[in-house]
């Protein structure tokens, strides 16, 4: 029994070490919220199919004057995908990322016809849903755009489903912290290869 109780005394330093080394590592996996930032500028929440979601997002698109980084879910809707293209032939950084698994499962998603016209396109692969549903337009100028909310960009979602979507215009720190998300999921991702 002696010899026993000796035997956890002496694992028990090593044992600690073990916990101690787990509990860092959950710590340093765990952040804390970053804080809130700052309303500023402008927001205007559209709700499909009521209203002309595709519509505004080509707006926003035509009006890009930098850059353009998408965040999809599911991505058929040809309009956009003209709106991006054209953004794209104009000298507009575009790129792209999209959901592997709905790309496989959906014949008509258009990132292949994106990535033939020259946008950079990149997979997620790392998570179930890469469920994103974003846009961010000009993050480095007073005048950057964010769109996001449940609306993918479908024809379904404009004409079939119940969807939101919120624009908010003029808020660089916010479009920073969106650009930042998506060069992080963009690290993550794969190129895509046609």
Same mark, same amino acid.
Do not use: C, F, M
């Given at each position: 029994m002696y010899r026993a109780i000796g035997l956890v005394l002496a694992l028990a330093p090593a044992l600690a070490l073990n916990i101690l080394s787990l509990a860092s590592a959950v710590a340093a996996t765990t952040t804390e919220a970053p804080p809130p930032i700052a309303a500023q500028g402008t927001l205007q929440p559209l709700f499909a199919p009521w209203d002309n979601i595709e519509a505004e997002i080509i707006e926003? %698109?035509?009006? #890009?004057?930098?850059?353009? *980084?998408?965040? #999809? !879910? $599911? $991505?058929?809707?040809? &309009?956009? @995908?003209?709106? $991006?293209? @054209?953004?794209?032939? +104009?000298? %507009?950084?575009? &790129?792209? *990322?999209?959901?592997?698994?709905?790309?496989?499962?959906v014949d008509s998603s258009v990132a292949p016809k994106l990535a033939a016209g020259g946008i950079p396109v990149w997979l997620e692969t790392k998570y179930q849903n890469a469920h994103n549903k974003v846009m961010v337009v000009d993050a480095a100028s007073p005048k950057a755009v964010v769109i996001t909310g449940s609306f993918n960009f479908t024809w379904t979602a404009q004409h079939k489903n119940a969807e939101n979507l919120l624009? /908010?215009?003029?808020?660089?720190? $916010?479009? #920073? +912290? !969106?650009? /930042?998300?998506?060069? +992080?999921?963009?690290?993550?991702?794969?190129? !895509?290869k046609k």
């Open positions: 926003v %698109v035509d009006g #890009a004057r930098q850059q353009v *980084l998408v965040q #999809a !879910y $599911l $991505l058929t809707s040809k &309009k956009i @995908a003209t709106t $991006l293209l @054209a953004a794209h032939r +104009r000298g %507009v950084d575009v &790129k792209v *990322l999209v959901d592997a698994n709905q790309l496989e499962r624009i /908010s215009r003029n808020n660089p720190a $916010l479009a #920073a +912290r !969106y650009a /930042s998300n998506w060069e +992080r999921h963009k690290s993550e991702a794969t190129p !895509y």
